[in-house]
């Protein structure tokens, strides 16, 4: 239903005949709003209006009937349609601005591009794009380079009966005969293994569904493997299948009943032991077996303990165990014999400590890996296992990422990592651990030239509301920028989950920074870009700090000069969807336009039901409504319960409509209440596309979603050149 067809309602004629008898100046007024209203072509979402009694409140819902978990309700297929055609038509005066920019970010990128080989045995396994082709191709090479290439997986052949494809898994057998993979052809993350037979080319006749992590036995005989429970989306299982045999014959050995945990299946890197780990946000549990015996049964390390995490490695007859048991806040590393492995046996190995983060580990031969996060900066650190003391891999840039690259090889003197900076393009370095020597295997392609001098990389700190200081990476074009409030800004947010908000270079920005456009990252508190109390001060009751956060660098980068309100632009994507929702409430004057990709909006209905995805998972994060203090919490900054008759800045909303992480019905329903509630014309436009949480999966899908997301940017501040 459209608000043009309103026009002979009782409602229209109420309004006309009142006009009549207002003053001349009163009703033209009265009128040009009446005709704003008339000209409104969006579409108007019918009202069902349900009631949810819960602690007393009565919470209404004009909307809920946009819900539908099956997605085949014909009458919200229709909406959605209607919303798309919308957007569509709204969208369509940027075609050719679309196109422009969309040659800009693929003329850049170098189309037919090969990854840095990783060295397995005797081979080198690689992953290489074709030109015009939406999908990479996975091959290797036999004892050299120079070797006759091996196509192992094609997904540009294995496309071409579907419109979404996505590789999840992809494991080589150590006697690199078996290829296991996994596929999701719909964009709801349910996952296909198929094992392919490298040396025929043919897949085995058993294929399994809704399948996550595989590992393979030694022997390469066995491969085990994580399900998905379809009715909550949750890896709950653990099963051995035997190759050559029938899938009705597969073992289970593992199987979690607590609707908070998630299951995986790993292997030690020195290939000693199998692992099954389990855990929710804040508790883990770890079982083991040795791979001498893989059809043995699994032992547990200690049963969970709730708010204690500890996860596995191996080297040299014991385990090394990453902990937060006693009290170790940001972690530290234990061990214990593999043979007696109880909690009473664990020793300190490598010490926590308050002002440091230890985020990650990584065992060698010779020599362990530590991963942390001190004064807002992560570093790697290169240790030897007797002394703790070692070599730091260092930058001279202010604002950089830095990670550890994938490292297959126990035995490998070299640790492969990654390096960018919002000036640096993505770069693959290895560096040798004995020695600390540096060697550039590859960097990212700039095609036409990029000379990295013309950009400028800061970073700055806000003040939050409680004196927290808050920071800001932005970078931008040197000639461009002019510190005087005229510049568009664009600045993005997470703040969820402990995952830090890190710097990264993209060329496709470039379109962006070099129209005058600067680029800011806010490293609000949710994250883990100061340690682990980032992240308890942004989760649960203190949730409300990533917002004022939020709001407190928007204000600096004003009061700073970087831009203006009515140069703000701001964009968060799945629970930064939900910062961005919840700002948008509490100051909406502060920001000319807003961009929301499959965004978390309706907090309560969603925590208050169980059998969605991730639901009772995430107790830990947002807490459990059923609580009438965490609901209350909730309650007062859920976005969609917290929309108000107030002007809203200009906003484009996207959703995967087989999303299984943030359902389509959120942000659909939240711009529903949104335009029937708000005070203003301003547009709200919303794009459900056929696929899942991450958007089109082809390359060349994504950067056309990308130039429209630009040009729609751009166009709110008034360029379109």
């Known amino acids: 239903m459209k608000k043009s067809c309103l026009l002979l309602s009782t409602f229209t004629l109420v309004i006309l005949i009142a006009l009549s008898s207002c003053s001349t100046q009163e009703a033209t007024l009265e009128k040009d709003e009446m005709i704003e209203e008339i000209k409104a072509d969006y579409p108007v979402a019918l009202k069902k209006p349900t009631e949810m009694n819960v602690h007393g409140y009565s919470i209404k819902d004009n909307y809920a009937w946009l819900k539908d978990k099956n997605r085949k309700n014909k009458e919200v297929l229709g909406y959605i349609k209607e ?40 081979y080198s396994y690689y992953s290489r794009e074709v030109e015009g082709k939406q999908y990479s191709v996975y091959c290797r090479k036999l004892d050299d380079v120079t070797a006759k290439e091996e196509i192992l997986l094609n997904l540009n052949e294995l496309s071409e009966q579907h419109k979404f494809l996505e590789l999840g898994t992809y494991k080589i057998s150590p006697d690199h005969r078996f290829l296991a993979y996994t596929l999701d052809t719909t964009g709801d993350e349910h996952y296909t293994l198929y094992i392919k037979y490298l040396k025929y080319g043919k897949i085995m006749p058993v294929t399994i569904e809704m399948v996550d992590d595989v590992e393979w036995s030694n022997d390469s005989r066995n491969i085990y493997y994580a399900t998905t429970n379809k009715e909550n989306e949750r890896t709950d299982k653990i099963f051995r299948h035997t190759i050559g045999t029938k899938l009705e014959e597969d073992k289970l050995l593992y199987r979690e009943d607590d609707p908070s945990f998630y299951v995986w299946i790993s292997k030690t890197k020195d290939k000693k032991y199998f692992l099954i780990g389990t855990a929710n946000k804040t508790t883990s549990e770890m079982r083991y077996l040795s791979t001498d015996n893989p059809m043995g049964i699994f032992s547990i390390v200690i049963p969970r303990k709730e708010g204690t995490e500890y996860y596995l490695e191996h080297h040299d007859n014991k385990f090394y165990i990453l902990t937060n048991k006693g009290r170790a806040k940001n972690f530290k590393i234990m061990t214990a014999d593999e043979y007696t492995p109880y909690s009473g046996k664990w020793k300190d190995f490598f010490p926590h400590r308050r002002d440091v983060y230890l985020e990650d580990y990584e065992l060698f031969e010779d020599h362990f890996v530590v991963t942390e996060v001190k004064d807002g900066k992560r570093t790697i650190r290169v240790l030897d296992y007797k002394s703790l003391e070692g070599k730091e891999i260092t930058s001279d840039e202010e604002v950089y990422s830095v990670s550890v690259a994938w490292n297959p090889n126990f035995k490998s003197k070299k640790l492969r990592y990654i390096y960018e900076s919002m000036t640096t393009p993505y770069s693959i370095v290895d560096f040798d651990m004995k020695t600390g020597s540096k060697k550039f295997l590859k960097q990212q392609k700039v095609i036409g030239g990029y000379d990295r001098v013309k950009y400028k990389s800061e970073k700055i700190f806000a003040r939050s509301s409680d004196g927290t200081k808050i920071p800001i990476s932005l970078v931008y074009n040197r000639d461009k920028f002019k510190n005087d409030g005229t510049n568009p800004l664009l600045l993005d947010g997470y703040g969820a989950y402990g995952d830090s908000n890190d710097p990264y270079f993209s060329s496709s920005k470039l379109s962006l920074l070099d129209r005058g456009f600067v680029f800011a990252l806010a490293h609000v508190r949710g994250g883990r870009e100061n340690g682990e109390k980032w992240y308890e001060d942004g989760k649960l009751l203190n ?102 008759a107030q002007n809203y800045p200009n906003m484009y909303v996207t959703a995967g409509f087989n999303d299984p992480r943030v359902n389509y019905w959120e942000p659909a329903k939240w711009v529903a209440k949104l335009r029937d509630t708000k005070t203003d014309n301003n547009t709200i436009l919303l794009q459900i596309s056929t696929s899942g949480h991450g958007g089109s999966s082809g390359r060349y899908d994504y950067y056309k979603e990308l130039a429209l997301k630009y040009a729609y940017m751009l166009d709110q501040v008034g360029i379109l050149e």
């Not at 940027?94 to 920019?101: N, R, S």
């Not at 040659?103 to 840095?116: C, F, K, L, P």
Request: net charge neutral; proline share 4%; charged share 25%.
């Open 543 to 644: 949730k409300k700090n990533t917002f004022k956060d939020f709001i407190a660098c928007s204000e600096h980068l004003i009061t700073k000069k970087y831009t203006s309100s009515n140069k703000l632009i701001i964009e968060g994507a799945s629970a930064g969807g939900l910062l961005i929702g919840a700002v948008l409430n509490m100051r909406p004057e502060l920001f000319k336009s807003a961009i929301l990709e499959v965004p978390f909006l309706d907090v309560i209905n969603t925590m208050s039901d169980p059998s969605l995805s991730a639901t009772v998972s995430e107790y830990d994060e947002w807490g459990d409504p059923k609580d009438k203090f965490y609901f209350d919490y909730i309650r007062s900054y859920c976005p969609y319960q917290n929309i108000t």
């Open 83 to 122: 919303e798309n055609k919308y957007a569509e038509k709204k969208l369509s005066k940027l075609a050719g601005f679309k196109k422009k920019l969309y040659n800009e970010i693929i003329g850049r990128i170098d189309q037919a591009d090969i990854s840095v080989p990783v060295k397995l045995d005797n």
